[in-house]
């Protein structure tokens, strides 16, 4: 027979992009053969780069984008990723399957839930419901929330969530971290069978299950495993020192199952998610559970000067644990990273403030300086001092815009006509109404749930007469509104079902319960102007849900035009990079954390994310401690700077000793 071989061609200047914008070691790495490959490097050396780059490559040699699978830490990053990926290879950078855990493990469940006992419209708790829900599995489970001795949902919730990352037993978990549930060890497990059911009656799953569940659906379900085997022909993963047992798993099965091809990247001395129940051992041992895999480094730092590169090299070779990386900085000479003490943290706020806006009148941009710290609270007295001087900033930590009270309220709206077998969001909205407790509100609910048809019997005579007499005028108010949500064709139009929610009762509900009712109203009225850009509720909520997701923790305040100052925890930092960069609150006991360096390698873990911290700058460093400190109530008192400043050759850093110096006061009017 004739044949006629269709020719495909690259896109455009891919070669050309490959060859100049790579290393040779780097170009190597991006082009390595197929089958298993790692890539470990420290921070900044392009390893970031070279993924995105063998991701372009690959599809440059004829691999459809829809094939590879591209897993990173973050949202952002993903996103990053994929617009550097749009340069490369135009608009197929849009198939690649690229996101966190989370998200792909929510894209895939949908299309399997029903196997799992779930529908495809399942909806995700965030850690809030899902400490509600713990709550009354706890009570299912005989543990009375009355007594004080008692396990907290937020124990429960934290034994439960690390015994499945890790893949340990419960019984395990909760004799080497919390001593103090040991006794109460079978209640836990029944709470957490209860919890189980629970959710699968709600048809809800928190951020675990799309993880937990996903890999039991590759191991107990072989057409599935061989499905995504076939499916994701290549498998990357970047900043794979952060993986858990449970995400390692899943990677590895799917590469198995489908041609063996698995990239894995990052850098052992960066990981800092142990608490999570990551393990630097899932890259550092990569060789030794893939035997053949090839291993590349990268050993020239294109992101910080020398000066900082020497401190962050000093700094890591205090640790016992790891694999040693070269490190040589590609770029010229800069300041040495500055060390100051200030009298007190208001001081330490000042001072950096004041460098902010010097810095800024030298042209560069406040987006591109960052303020990191160790823990949340260490940004309040900062934060503070910000606003007073009118320095915007973006905060990426703490408490997100998804996680206040009342923009839970208006997606519990969005989610029970969404899924109106959804409990957790009835409960919710159904305790806003006079006269309706929790008894009531789950009295409502077990009529829905009872009924093929919930909405109908949300209207019905019945579930009337199951609401207290006092409560049937706001009822039936709350009725007409759920229906008037449901009218706006809430599918395909999500911002309209939010301003059905603001138009009716719920707004006096925010007068009523909150404190900043003016301000609350506003969020709601932006939130629709966000969902405004989305043709689809359900994939509103989803994503939103998944906003404030665990392991791609980042804030996203819609479109931000405006020049800002990042101020993050250096968890929340990783893998990205300032020009100037501040390190705040250097004092031991804060950062080295105390309660972390209790425990056994708690310090090496420390010194790590100070590694991650310093390595984000690129051409300025400056780490600040206040001398004294006080928390509030109790005496002030002084502090010990950082181990990690002191343990290093002082000649790393230049001190810089602060002077105070008044402007003259002119009381004569001009
Ligand atoms: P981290 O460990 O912090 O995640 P990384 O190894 O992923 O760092 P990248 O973020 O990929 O490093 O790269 C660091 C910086 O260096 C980026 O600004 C990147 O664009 C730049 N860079 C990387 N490789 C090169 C190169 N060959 N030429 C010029 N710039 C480069
Ligand atoms: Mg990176």
């Known amino acids: 027979m004739r044949k006629i071989t269709l020719k ?16 040779p070691s780097q170009r190597e790495a991006a082009s390595a053969p197929d089958g298993c490959n790692l890539i470990l490097a420290g921070p900044g050396s392009g390893k970031t780069r070279v993924v995105t780059y063998r991701v372009a490559w690959l599809i440059g040699r004829g691999a459809p984008a829809e094939s590879i699978l591209l897993v990173t830490f973050t949202r952002r990053a993903a996103r ?37 006992g779930f529908e495809s419209n399942f909806t995700i708790l965030d850690s809030e419901d899902q400490k509600d829900l ?10 009375s929330s009355k007594d004080k001795l008692a396990p907290k949902p937020a124990q429960v919730q934290h034994v439960l969530s690390f015994a499945l990352n890790t893949r340990r037993t419960l019984e395990d978990v909760i004799a080497e971290t919390a001593g103090e549930l040991v006794a109460w060890t079978d209640h836990v497990r029944h709470a957490a069978a209860a919890y189980a059911a629970r959710k699968q009656a709600a048809n809800c799953m928190d951020y675990d299950d799309l993880l937990v569940l996903w890999l039991k659906l590759l191991n107990e379900h ?18 794979m020192q952060d993986t858990n047992a449970l995400q390692i798993e899943i990677v590895e099965k799917l ?17 800092i998610y142990r608490f999570r129940g990551a393990n630097y051992d899932n890259i550092l041992k990569f060789p030794d559970r893939h035997p053949g895999a090839r291993t590349f480094k990268l ?4 992101r910080s000067t020398p000066q900082i590169v020497a401190l962050t090299r000093a700094s890591i070779a205090h640790n016992h644990t790891g694999f040693p990386k070269e490190l040589v900085s590609a770029r010229g000479d800069g300041p040495k990273p500055a060390v100051v003490a200030t009298a007190d943290v208001y001081e330490e706020a000042a001072l950096v403030c004041q460098q902010i806006l010097e810095t800024r009148d030298r042209d560069v941009p406040l987006a591109e300086m960052a303020v990191l710290y160790r823990n949340h609270y260490d940004s309040v007295v900062l934060q503070g001092e910000l606003l007073a001087r009118g320095i915007p900033y973006n905060v990426r930590s703490g408490v997100r815009f998804f996680e206040q009270a009342h923009v839970k309220d208006v997606l519990a709206f969005l989610r029970v006509v969404l899924n109106p077998r959804d409990e957790a969001s009835w409960r919710r909205l159904l305790l806003f109404l006079p006269g309706i407790g929790p008894a009531k509100a789950g009295a409502v609910h077990r009529l829905l749930a009872a009924s093929a048809d919930p909405f109908k019997a949300l209207a019905s005579a019945e579930t009337m007469a199951a609401v207290p007499t006092k409560s049937r005028g706001p009822f039936a108010a709350f009725v007409n509104d759920i229906n008037l949500i449901r009218a706006t064709d809430p599918e395909k139009h999500p911002a309209d079902a939010i301003q059905a929610v603001l138009a009716g009762g719920y707004k006096a509900t925010i007068r009523q319960r ?22 689809s509720l359900e994939r509103l909520v989803g994503e939103l849900m998944l906003a404030g997701d665990l392991y791609g923790a980042d804030v996203e305040g819609g479109d931000e035009p405006r020049d800002l100052l990042v101020l993050s925890s250096v968890h929340q930092a990783k893998g990205l990079e300032w020009s100037s960069v501040f390190v705040v609150r250097l004092v031991d006991d804060g950062f080295p954390n105390r309660r972390a360096t209790d425990e056994p390698g708690g310090e090496e873990e420390e010194r790590r994310i100070f590694y991650v911290a310093v390595s984000r700058a690129k051409d300025e460093l400056m780490l600040t401690y206040p001398s004294t400190v006080s928390r509030g109530f109790g005496p002030t008192t002084f ?7 002191t343990e290093v050759d002082p000649d790393l850093f230049e001190r810089v000793a602060l002077e105070h110096e008044f402007e003259s006061l002119d009381i004569n009017k001009e």
């Open 255 to 271: 590469a198995a199952a489908g041609s063996g091809n698995l990239t894995a990247v990052g850098d052992d001395a960066q990981s």
């Open 134 to 143: 713990i709550g009354l599995a706890m009570t299912d489970a005989g543990l």
């Open 222 to 239: 072989p057409a599935r495993l061989a499905e995504q085997g076939k499916m994701f022909q290549h498998v990357l993963v970047d900043e």
């Open 514 to 535: 909150y404190d900043r009712a003016e301000n609350r109203i506003k969020d709601v009225e932006q939130f629709a102007v966000l969902a405004a850009k989305y043709d």
């Open 80 to 116: 990053e990723m994929v617009e550097r990926l749009g340069g490369l290879v135009g608009a197929r950078a849009g198939r690649v399957w690229a996101g966190t855990f989370h998200h792909v493990g929510n894209r895939l469940l949908r299309r399997s839930a029903r196997e799992l």
């Open 8 to 23: 495909h061609s690259p896109p455009a200047g891919l070669a050309r992009k490959l060859a100049d914008d790579l290393n």
């Open 639 to 645: 502090s010990t700077p950082s181990r990690f400043l």
């Open 299 to 302: 050993e020239v730092n294109y």
